[in-house]
């Protein structure tokens, strides 16, 4: 009797434990998901006053006010998003090409000190963002003289060692006897890695495509320190114009927020099978 009652608590008890991490599971995802739904209903606030916000899960009124105030606010709104839509494209376009040609060396290639200077990448991505920062600026800035331009903007970012390291732990799995093939058939490196090796990386320069737009697109910080006019400025620091010493446009700063959100979705979206498929990359063996 025991036996029985032993084998057929066992399905209530898996059955409490799914409910229990299915409801954590929720609860996380709402947490998650809750400032985007509050700033995309925010942002169809009605923009009376200054710092006129309603509170309210579900508004009582909703109106596209506060996003005609936010290109009627400034004759540089247009030019804020096309800005960041210009070097957030150069960054990602540059780390796709560079990072994978760097990935290829690295994992294919065979060449002296390959070892050593991989490891100085690693060891590069252990210093924090916020150290380099000021010589990174006083190198932009003072010696090369490109405050305020689209170089200053793109150049710091043309590629990253993340990307590196992603795209050579994707290419060491591609086996090598493609390439001995290639070689036989008389391919040259280029060309191997032009028409073997790309091919065979779409899941992973997808994954590095999203992550980089999305990172470059978010970016505050470094757009803030080297533009000083406002037609040079990124959407994410022309939202700051929203703020005044005494008040905030809380309304026409969310539609700001919406509206800069909206291409990172789409990029999303656009390549969600890539994605998730780099993301099992070597999860399942076999």
């Excluded at 391919?187 to 191997?192: R, V």
């Excluded at 999203?210 to 697109?217: A, E, G, K, N, R």
Aim: glycine share 4%.
């Amino acid at each position: 009797m025991a036996l029985y009652s032993n084998h057929a608590g066992k399905p209530g008890v898996r059955k409490s434990r799914n409910t229990i991490i299915f409801i954590a599971l929720l609860l996380f995802a709402l947490a998650t998901v809750f400032p985007i739904y509050f700033m995309v209903i925010s942002s169809f606030a009605d923009p009376v006053e200054a710092g006129a916000v309603s509170y309210s899960i579900l508004p009582s009124k909703m109106t596209f006010a506060s996003f005609k105030f936010f290109f009627d606010f400034s004759e540089f709104s247009y030019r804020w998003l096309l800005n960041s839509l210009i070097v957030a494209t150069s960054v990602m376009v540059s780390n796709v090409i560079f990072a994978s040609m760097a990935g290829f060396a690295f994992s294919k290639l065979r060449f002296k000190g390959r070892g050593v200077l991989f490891s100085i990448l690693l060891v590069s991505m252990m210093i924090p963002y916020q150290v380099t920062q000021v010589p990174l600026y006083i190198l932009i800035v003072n010696v090369f003289e490109l405050q305020n331009t689209y170089t200053a903007l793109i150049m710091p970012g043309i590629v990253t060692v993340y990307n590196i390291f992603l795209a050579k732990q994707f290419m060491s799995s591609i086996p090598n006897e493609i390439m001995e093939s290639a070689k036989i058939e008389g391919c040259s490196q280029f060309t191997i890695y032009w028409r073997i090796i790309l091919p065979l990386s779409k899941t992973v320069l997808a994954v590095m495509a999203i992550l980089t737009f999305m990172d470059s697109w978010n970016t505050f910080f470094w757009p803030l320190l080297v533009t000083n006019t406002m037609d040079m400025q990124t959407i994410q620091v022309g939202l700051k114009n929203f703020r005044f010493a005494n008040t905030t446009f809380i309304a026409p700063m969310m539609a700001g927020a919406t509206i800069s959100a909206l291409p990172m979705f789409i990029l999303f979206f656009s390549l969600q099978k890539y994605f998730l498929e780099g993301v099992t990359v070597g999860a399942v063996k076999g």
